[in-house]
């Protein structure tokens, strides 16, 4: 456990603190033997001193929660007086210039509830190194910058553990006395210690190959628990996909012989890019009809790929030092997204992204976690795995390849891959790579990695009529509640709308008309466009696409919002615009709310509504998107002070109000969409079912016991979880007899099925419904609750806490005190998933007082605890700061 001693507060590290290290380490023997009790780990490593590191210093290794066995250089065990073996270190007095380190270690996997190093999940042995977890597995340089080869014997019980896998090629197998076996690994490409991955258990293979584009035949392997074997098939064709397009994308190939994916239940994230080695997070591997949505479809295909473009984005070129995480997840991130939109469709995939951006990371970079995409300081680093170094991180690389061009992009990824194959480097060098290639100068673009929060953008538009000119002025100004700031690079992508339509376009330095979206650059504080030939004035559509992380503001009538909701060419603005105008009349229902008034839904907007449901150019997964109204936690995201009941009621009146104003059309939506065959996941068949369940959403709000029977068939009859969880979801926050009735038959059918059981959880975690505390507080003691397994807790408490902004903030602050006795009830054990968790109250100062009150009692009972982990207590202390 990271605990800090008493009285030593745990002390930040910083990047400009920086040093190359001291020794490296050029190759690593391990031998691997996995016991019931404990397991033994002998390693021996090739260690070299730099070559301006002077004679006699002394070697510092690494390690945490080691029993030292042995330690020996060139095969001499060493005297006790030449080492000091600390709580979280090794250290060897004068070492000398090149030797063979030899250290047994001994560790007990099976007590490791942090999920880090060495554990055990249902019964198998896997592993999680980054960021520090290697250094729980044996004593290491654990830092990115120190590449090795690797080679791994790994001994077990046969009959427990048949298969026995780790980086690499298999290059030797077979029997030890005493029924045990073993397999040896080598990996021939050199790789920081994070990238290190060992799996011993009782599995299960699908398997299939691709042939790489010039011409070497991988084999795949996708390992599982036995009775998961007939859940494989999309993610194998994911992998497949992901390989095909990183070739015909970007011109890179697999390099190994063999791919590996393993799927596990117990794990802290999402999945691990290992070298050859993936360990998954079994939610993003396995699949059925009956068990998975369509989400956790889209979900498996994109982080599948995502793991597999960490091969050359993370593992070929890898990070210097954990300051430059960005460098591989935001770059790797911004891949898979490339790649999911050319699977499916780019506008459902871009609003997906920017509405999870600006609930997430909006949130997080104007609370008390706000930090640059590279971070200049931290205390523990796994909290810095966050929404603004993966998704901003991945907005950033976007602005470059917008401002370069697709093919320019292209060419400074060559160049960087030509530079940096097999180095561990930084942001700053991926930058300069796309700059040199280029040509260009991206010094400016470079503060984006150092600059903290959400920038603003203001726009203004001047029309002048005699001149047929248009001038838009773009003004840039440092986020909300900060000051001051270097001024950004930001590419603004504007299109403008006539009265009958989008306008070619014709900046005054350019001499034709050509297309309908001119990308503009804001290098100054503020810059005057200006755009000939303009017939009438013109309603401005700005950041398309949303070519920037920003906020925007501009002064837009809601008519003129109506207008780029109706005719705006481009999807993601009609679905943006709409977004704002449902904003707006949200907002001001909340001031109603407060205000005591009586309630009445905006006509235009309803009207709006009823297009958008009957017109021809949206596809059902656009219309669903369109239709859905802003949840609460991007609504309170405008207000001075987050109105928790306002917002939630103002929210809940207008649902039923346009389900009444448009129950005829839903209903016939309803009707026209039902399935005409067994499930299949197509494009098409997607969007049927993403329409029919959002009318289905609508029609169950109004509490008809007609249209909840519609529910109940639903998910009595669907062959699929999209469609049966859907209608569970209405059922749930309907409530009633129908809801206790479902919730059972979904638990006796699923209840040993822990992936859709943590939808159970997650359901009635996020309900609308009035008495969902007291039931979430009744499914915290549920039998089947399991504080200790991440899926689970992060499905009911990170559900609640993070998703239910009315429910978690309630007045009464029972929902706080919830949340925190979990937090420290889970802190002991595993304190990364407490952490996670500990983020609910993050935003404590933007409630009212006595909101205010209870989430800071609450994060001061925390940051009490004797023995808080320093994951928690970086957080806590930073919310309370
Ligand atoms: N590197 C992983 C990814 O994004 C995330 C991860 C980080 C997983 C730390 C486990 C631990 O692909
Ligand atoms: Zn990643």
């Not at 900060?482 to 900046?507: C, N, S, T």
């Amino acid at each position: 456990m990271t605990e800090a001693k008493p009285g030593t507060a745990p002390q930040p590290i910083f990047r400009k603190d920086y040093r190359r290290p001291d020794y490296t380490i050029d190759r690593v023997d391990l031998r691997f033997e996995l016991g019931e009790n404990f397991t033994t780990v002998h390693a021996s490593l090739a260690v070299r001193r730099m070559h301006d590191t002077p004679a006699g210093a002394p070697l510092v290794l690494d390690g945490e929660n080691l029993v030292l066995k042995r330690v020996a250089i060139d095969g001499r065990e060493l005297p006790a007086d030449h080492y000091v073996a600390g709580p979280t270190s090794l250290t060897i007095a004068d070492p000398g210039a090149a030797f063979t380190l030899t250290t047994v270690v001994e560790i007990r996997p099976q007590d490791n509830l942090e999920l880090s190093g060495l554990y055990r999940s249902s019964g198998n042995f896997c592993t999680q190194c980054e960021a520090e977890g290697f250094r729980r597995i044996t004593y290491f340089l654990d830092r990115p910058d120190v590449m090795a080869r690797y080679s791994v014997v790994v001994e077990a019980d046969r009959a427990r553990y048949p298969v026995l896998l780790a980086n690499g090629n298999r290059v030797e197998t077979g029997e030890l006395d005493g029924g045990r076996h073993f397999a040896r690994w080598d990996d021939p490409f050199p790789k920081p210690c994070y990238l290190f991955a060992l799996v011993a258990g009782d599995l299960r293979c699908h398997d299939g190959e691709f042939v790489t584009r010039s011409g070497r035949t991988v084999r795949l392997e996708i390992w599982v628990e036995p009775d998961n074997i007939d859940r494989c098939a999309h993610a194998l064709r994911s992998l497949q996909a992901a390989m095909r397009w990183d070739e015909d994308t970007f011109g890179r190939e697999y390099d190994l012989d063999i791919y590996m994916i393993v799927a596990v239940s117990d794990f802290n994230m999402g999945a691990m890019e290992n070298k050859g080695l993936n360990i998954f997070n079994a939610k993003y591997v396995l699949a059925r009809p009956d068990t998975a949505t369509d989400d956790d479809y889209d979900g498996i295909e994109s982080v599948i790929a995502h793991e597999y473009f960490h091969n050359w984005t993370g593992n070929r070129v890898t990070c210097r030092d954990w300051f430059q995480l960005t460098l591989k997840e935001g770059l790797t991130v911004f891949r898979d997204r490339l790649f999911s939109a050319d699977m499916g469709s780019p506008a459902v995939a871009r609003i997906g992204d920017v509405l999870a951006l600006r609930t997430n990371q909006f949130a997080e970079d104007s609370g008390p976690m706000a930090h640059p995409i590279r971070p200049e300081s931290y205390i523990e680093m796994n909290n810095f795995y966050t929404t603004t170094v993966y998704e901003k991180g991945a907005e950033v690389i976007g602005m470059m390849r917008t401002l370069l061009g697709a093919a320019g992009f292209r060419r400074g990824m060559d160049l960087y891959f030509e530079r940096h194959d097999g180095q561990a480097v930084t942001c700053d060098d991926f930058r300069a790579a796309l700059a040199d290639a280029n040509g260009v100068d991206l010094e400016q673009f470079g503060r984006w990695y150092s600059q903290v929060g959400t920038p603003v953008v203001r726009a203004r538009g001047d029309y002048d009529a005699a001149a047929r000119a248009y001038t838009l002025t773009l003004e840039q100004a440092p986020p909300r509640g900060r000051d001051g700031g270097e001024l950004l690079h930001i590419p603004v992508a504007v299109g403008l709308l006539g009265p009958d339509g989008p306008l070619a376009l014709r900046l005054s330095e350019e001499t034709a008309a050509s297309g309908d979206t001119r990308v503009l650059e804001l290098r100054e504080r503020s810059r005057s466009f200006r755009f000939e030939d303009v017939p009438a004035a013109p309603v401005a559509s700005l950041l398309r696409g949303f070519s920037a992380p920003v906020e925007l503001e501009v002064e837009r009538s809601d008519a003129d919002l109506a207008r780029l909701m109706a005719a705006d060419p481009d999807e993601f603005s009609r679905w943006d615009a709409g977004q704002e105008l449902a904003r707006r009349v949200l907002l001001r229902l909340a001031g109603d709310v407060e205000a005591g008034r009586e309630l009445a839904l905006d006509r235009e907007f309803v009207a709006a509504c009823a297009r958008i449901l009957g017109d021809e150019r949206f596809d059902g997964s656009l219309k669903a998107l369109a239709l859905t109204l802003p949840n609460e936690r991007l609504l309170g995201q405008q207000q001075q002070v987050v109105a928790v009941d306002a917002l939630h009621a103002a929210r809940q009146f207008a649902v039923r109000a346009l389900a009444r104003a448009l129950r005829e059309p839903l209903l016939a939506v309803y009707k026209a969409t039902a399935p005409q065959g067994p499930y299949r996941i197509e494009r098409a068949e997607v969007d049927r079912r993403k329409l029919r369940n959002l009318a289905l959403g609508y029609l169950v709000a109004l509490g008809e016991p007609d249209l909840i029977r519609l529910a109940v068939e639903q998910f009595e009859l669907s062959d699929n979880m999209t469609d049966s969880e859907a209608a569970l979801a209405c059922l749930i926050d309907h409530g009633g007899p129908e809801r206790d009735s479902a919730l059972a038959r979904f638990h006796a059918r699923w209840h040993k099925d822990p992936l859709v059981l943590d939808k159970w959880f997650a359901l009635q975690a996020v309900s609308t419904h009035p008495d969902t505390l007291d039931r979430v507080l009744a499914l915290a003691d549920h039998p089947d609750f399991n504080l200790l397994n991440p899926n689970r807790a992060r499905s009911l408490l990170g559900a609640f806490g993070l998703r239910n902004q009315h429910q978690f903030h309630r007045q009464d602050g029972r929902g706080h005190a919830l949340v925190a006795d979990k937090v420290l009830a889970l802190d002991p054990h595993n304190p990364q998933v407490a952490a996670r968790l500990v983020a609910a109250f993050n935003p404590w100062r933007r409630f009212d007082a006595a909101r205010q009150q209870s989430m800071r009692a609450q994060l001061e009972r925390i940051a009490a605890q004797p023995g808080l982990s320093k994951s928690v207590r970086e957080i806590v202390d930073r919310a309370l700061a």
